[in-house]
């Protein structure tokens, strides 16, 4: 046998006896035994990585010894441009800086560094074989302040396509069967601070700091959204937990509550994996493919060259754009690549390390099983900690992820579509601290800051992992299985259920193993769940997901690729000022959430939803300073318990609006919740006019106050839903199912009472009982047995969106707010109509379509006026009078008309033709 030939299977047979992956000389493997790992890498990966360093490469061999002495080598002590192999057996001891820029270096047997001594490798490529073990310092004896290793991967230029058409090179490549050990002296890698103030040069941590020293680099958080106020400082000494500066803070770093701490991230590690080259097409990057990983208080310095500012250029699924330049998936900072999901096997461990500048992501674990400790990413564009495909394992524990710039791209952006180019399922780019797929990652006391969007986003739709039918994938949900039953726990009804197939779940369906203790601020959200259970439904309360001791604080704005500003309910509640969102969910119980919108105040939604959750419950809640504090679900039963609410809206409910044929009746149970006494309304209550007859039709589920039962304005005996056959939309034709075998065309110019004596049918079910009233806390509804204030505004008693959408009333003037839940503002008001009441309503409402879709109930005769959008004019403005003025405002400028109505009901249309919401006022 050839010496070459008995490499080769040297250096392929990790793979084979690895316990993960395709076995590079072929062999089958079962559906099973690919889902738990071992067969997980694709063959391309591994044959095209061995290609790379193939033997007959190979410049120098090493014999073992010290690696700048000449005896330790074949020949010479490998120059620049080598490439190296230390074959299987064999030891070789690193000690000094090396000069040389080395082409590859290929590991078959043992690389270690001196720990006590500073170390420097230059190197383009370096592959750990199957049979191979790089240490970098070991957990026993790690590299230590004052000596210091770092691997420097160069730039010769651009990446050679002929040598590397897969562009994998370029960093560290840890094969099936390899061993990986990186390990600097411990060092406290981020704590918790008594937050400073402009000008203090010293901090206080909660504890003294391991290792910090003179010199060292540290950055503290800024709490401010929508701004970069991190702050990076140096140390001037230690003593205790007191750690001096060499200059003053320029920022505040003061929370909104005196509970909650300041963040500080230590920068330094004794370990350090960097790039040479800021480019990122030409930087370096790692990735583990073995399931012997232990990484320890290391540096990932400018790592990463999947760019996430633009999708990828090779995805498994869909259209992708044409490249400029090619822009592969999985070349990422410190990625674990389908190391296997096998829960019987100890988890790889990443702790104590730093993340510093990726274009992509920063820590990643696809289709592995990693706990990811005490780690920080800085600076990270598209997300810094990412469970990349759905069926991981393993944790994330407290993990600090600080700032990210993103796409400003939803979360939902670039999912997959059919024929859309750049829709490929190409997830967490927005700019996000946690991305989480899988819901068998441990997410527990991590801490997010300074990110264009969410701190958090949980979507645990599965992404596919290989090529597949648009049909299995596209849609909320799905009907292809990649969570190993043996991975769920505490769900035997899923277990039972229709859902397995081949010993596997969709991930979707899995609740989540843990979500605890998590902290989100200064960032344009807290947490986001979506496609989370949403086709397995149920009242077993005990399997629901579990949200629990979360905190935000100073959630700020959105902003889009464009740098226009999402509001929190834009694109299905994927907007900006959004606490915690659920979209696309059910079966979730959210806990303990500690809730402040310190920045500015009453302009975001603590606790928001899409359309479309269902079970969400809500208990002990502590929310504070938003516009809206919770947005009850519209489906199943979402009970409020406990806690404490102090928000201009506590809870607003919106009815109607989802079709009850096919999901349960909407029921808000409200109890033993403290309110605070500065805002409007306990609760906010609306009817959805403009989505599902059916669902407006059918009986509620109902809401109750502390066992009072609450009804909507819109079931007044008088009130008529649908003023116009127009109104109607799409739902003209549509069947009332088992309500009754009228067409809803003949419900159009019908009060509730009408409605009720012809048809047995009102808005919610029922018209208003004879025993409700008006509550002083309770705006839009009806208290059973109350009575008291009516709902007014001088001539304005009542208002209805079409939508449901809150509103607030305001005094016309330059500088006064447009919208609830946007800062653009009044500019330029002529003086005679300076003063005015006027309705400040959602951004969104812009959308409403039906010809009758605001309607106001005016106590007195008035003049009422819309200034809108000058550029259009829709038909219902047909018959009202262009006064010649218009209104100033960030939003553009208005052009003002008016009509004198009498008292009683008149109803206002929607926006045809422009984005921009209109403004309402009266005199």
């Known amino acids: 046998m050839s010496e070459k030939g008995s490499s080769r299977r040297t250096f392929l047979k990790g793979a084979a006896a690895g316990g993960v992956g395709v076995t590079l000389a072929g062999g089958a493997y079962t559906q099973r035994e690919r889902l738990l790992g071992a067969g997980a890498n694709s063959l391309s990966d591994h044959d095209h990585i061995a290609r790379l360093v193939s033997d007959d490469q190979v410049t120098h061999r090493a014999t073992g010894g010290n690696w700048a002495e000449g005896g330790s080598w074949n020949a010479s002590v490998p120059g620049d441009g080598a490439r190296v192999l230390i074959p299987e057996g064999t030891t070789v001891t690193l000690a000094g800086e090396l000069d040389a820029a080395l082409k590859t270096v290929r590991v078959d047997g043992r690389l270690r560094v001196d720990p006590s001594a500073p170390t420097r490798l230059l190197v383009d490529t370096m592959v750990v074989a199957g049979t191979g073990t790089l240490e970098l310092g070991t957990p026993e004896q790690p590299v230590q302040r004052g000596a210091g290793a770092v691997v420097e991967f160069t730039d010769d230029g651009a990446i050679d396509e002929a040598w590397d058409p897969e562009r994998v090179s370029r960093g560290l490549l840890a094969l099936p069967g390899s061993t990986v050990r990186i390990a600097g002296a411990e060092r406290t890698p981020w704590a918790r601070a008594t937050p400073p103030s402009a000008g203090d040069s010293s901090l206080t941590l909660a504890e003294r700091p391991t290792d910090w020293a003179e010199g060292d680099s540290l950055v503290v958080a800024g709490v401010t959204p929508d701004e970069n106020r991190d702050e990076s400082v140096t140390v001037a000494g230690v003593s205790g937990s007191t750690v001096d500066l060499d200059g003053a803070l320029t920022h505040d770093h003061v929370p909104p509550r005196e509970e909650f701490d300041a963040y500080v991230a230590a920068m330094d590690r004794n370990v350090t994996l960097r790039s040479a080259s800021e480019a990122t097409k030409r930087r370096g990057h790692v990735m583990f493919m073995t399931t012997d990983v232990r990484v320890q208080h290391a540096a990932f310095d400018s790592l990463g060259r999947t760019d996430k500012s633009r999708p990828v250029t090779n995805p498994e699924n869909g259209t992708p754009p044409e490249p400029d330049t090619p822009n592969p998936k999985a070349r990422y900072a410190c990625h674990f690549h389908r190391t296997g999901i096998d829960a019987s096997t100890a988890p790889r461990v990443v702790e104590g390390c730093v993340v510093d500048g990726s274009p992509g992501w920063g820590y990643v674990n696809h289709h592995s099983n990693v706990a990811f400790r005490d780690n920080v990413s800085h600076d990270v564009f598209g997300a810094g900690f990412v469970a990349e495909v759905g069926n991981e394992i393993g944790s994330f524990e407290r993990n600090f992820a600080l700032r990210s710039t993103g796409t400003g791209g939803v979360p939902d952006g670039r999912q997959f579509h059919e024929g859309r180019e750049g829709a490929t399922d190409d997830f967490g780019h927005g700019g996000y601290g946690f991305w989480l797929q899988s819901p068998g990652v441990a997410v527990d006391d991590n801490v997010a800051a300074g990110h264009r969007h969410h701190g958090f986003v949980w979507w645990t739709r599965p992404k596919p992992d290989e090529q597949m039918a648009p049909e299995r994938f596209s849609g909320i949900t799905v009907d292809f299985a990649n969570f190993p039953v043996e991975n769920v726990s505490g769900q035997d009804r899923l277990l039972q259920s229709d859902a397995v197939t081949d010993g596997a779940v969709p991930s979707t369906l899995v609740k989540l193993r843990s979500f605890s203790g998590n902290t989100a601020f200064a ?12 086709a397995d439904a149920h009242d077993e309360v005990e399997h629901y997901s579990v949200v629990d001791e979360f905190t935000a604080f100073n959630v700020g704005a959105h902003y889009s690729p464009w740098d226009s500003r999402r509001v929190p309910n834009g694109r299905g509640a994927q907007g900006g000022q959004n606490g915690i969102s659920i979209r696309y969910s059910a079966n979730v119980v959210v806990r303990n959430p500690t809730l402040v919108d310190g920045a500015g105040g009453h302009r975001g939604v603590g606790i928001n939803r899409n359309h479309a959750p269902q079970n969400l419950r809500v208990e002990n809640p502590d929310i504070e300073g938003w516009f809206t504090g919770i947005r009850a679900p519209p489906r199943g039963e979402s009970p409020i318990t406990g806690g404490r609410l102090d928000n201009d809206v506590d809870v607003h409910v919106i009815g109607g609006g989802t079709d009850r044929r096919w ?46 039962p609450l009804y909507f304005d819109s079931q007044r005996p008088d009130v008529v839903p649908y003023p116009t056959e127009a109104d109607l939309g799409d739902a003209g034709t549509d069947a009332m199912g088992d309500l009754t075998e009228a067409s809803p065309a003949e419900f159009v110019g019908k009060s509730n009472r009408e409605l009720s004596n012809e048809f047995g049918l009102a808005v919610e079910g029922q018209p208003l009982p004879d025993d409700a009233g008006r509550r002083s806390d309770v705006v839009g509804g009806f208290a059973g047995g109350s009575s008291g204030s009516t709902e007014t505004e001088g001539p304005l008693r009542a208002v209805e969106s079409a939508e449901g959408s809150v509103y607030e009333f305001g005094t016309l003037d330059q500088g006064e707010r447009l919208y609830v839940y946007d800062d653009a503002r009044f500019r330029a008001v002529p003086g005679k109509y300076t003063g005015l009441t006027y309705l400040r309503p959602e951004k969104g409402d812009n959308g409403i379509e039906r010809p009758s879709g605001y309607r106001l109930d005016l106590a007195e005769p008035a003049d009422v006026f819309v200034a809108y959008d000058a550029e259009s004019r829709p038909a219902w403005l047909d018959d009202w009078t262009d006064t ?12 003002v008309f008016r009509k004198s109505v009498d008292a009683g009901t008149t109803w206002l249309g929607g926006c045809p033709d422009t984005y921009k919401m209109y403004t309402v006022f009266v005199r």
């Open 663 to 708: 999901t349960p009746a909407q029921h808000v149970r409200i109890e033993d919740v403290t309110f605070g006494e500065g805002g409007r309304a306990s609760v906010f209550m609306r009817t959805n006019l403009d989505d599902d007859i059916y669902g407006v039709f059918s009986p509620a589920g109902g809401v109750e106050l502390d066992g009072t």
């Open 523 to 534: 960032s344009g959200g807290g947490v986001d769940i979506s496609r989370h259970r949403f």
């Open 884 to 895: 010649g003025d218009s209104i100033g405002t960030d939003d553009g400028t208005r052009q």
